[in-house]
């Protein structure tokens, strides 16, 4: 997208055509002083994106595309409450999209496409009238915009303590684990005493085995280590 070009007509009465929501519109006279915009396009700018512009708060629309701007989108833009155009595509931006920008209640046109964003897409608001042309070229990115699932990989990531609670988890799994195979060994020792002591045939069947179990290991043991 163009800078902004400013003309002056014969009246000396300036002119400005300003690229906002994919299209250029003409201010002039006292239109002027309902327009505010900034438009740093295609000017190699390197770094991170200021979060003091999201101080400008009656700033209608932004464009900060094509540049080689890195880092991630600031959560001060949410208070850019007048803004209706928002032109970060082209750079070499990181993270996630803040879903404070929800807020927004009067931003049309939003384009974040070819950088190198991540996570899942806003999809409330007025970020649910976007389409997959606002997101292109940003592989990383989900959601339902661009009919691409997000997988576990790219859900939030746990805080702290909530990585501790999960770690918690796993221990109380395993000693569980081991209580339920304890017991389970218990039962089956019980269970076949008690057969032993109803049935007096698998007793004797019982004890022949073990009888044999004893004469064959003797056996083994007599013929390959005290005779050699």
């Known amino acids: 997208m163009p800078p902004a070009r400013t003309h002056t007509i014969e009246k000396q009465r300036a002119e400005v055509e300003f690229a906002t929501k994919n299209r250029y519109e003409l201010y002039n006279g006292s239109n002027l002083n309902y327009m505010t915009g900034l438009d740093l396009s295609s000017n190699e700018l390197r770094g991170g994106i200021p979060s003091e512009i999201g101080q400008l708060q009656k700033n209608r629309a932004l464009n900060l595309s ?3 701007l890195s ?6 833009f949410s208070n850019l409450k007048m803004i209706e155009s928002l032109d970060l595509s082209r750079n070499k931006l990181s993270g996630r999209i803040p879903p404070q920008l929800t807020d927004l209640n009067f931003l049309s046109n939003f384009n974040v496409s070819y950088n190198n964003l991540s996570g899942p897409i806003p999809d409330k608001e007025q970020f649910g009238t976007f389409d997959d042309s606002s997101y292109k070229g940003n592989s990383a990115l989900c959601g339902s915009m661009i009919k691409r699932k997000c997988s576990s990989a790219l859900a939030p990531a746990a805080t702290p ?12 799994d395993m000693v569980a684990l081991r209580w339920s195979f304890g017991a ?28 044999r179990c004893i004469d064959t290991c003797y056996y083994w043991h007599f013929k390959y280590v005290f005779c050699r």
């Open 66 to 68: 094509n540049n080689l």
């Open 71 to 76: 880092g991630n989108i600031p959560e001060s």
């Open 161 to 172: 303590t909530g990585g501790g609670e999960d770690e918690g988890d796993s221990v109380i």
């Open 184 to 211: 389970s060994y218990v039962s089956v020792i019980l269970g076949l005493f008690a057969a032993l002591r109803i049935n007096s045939y698998w007793r004797r069947l019982w004890f022949y085995f073990i009888d």
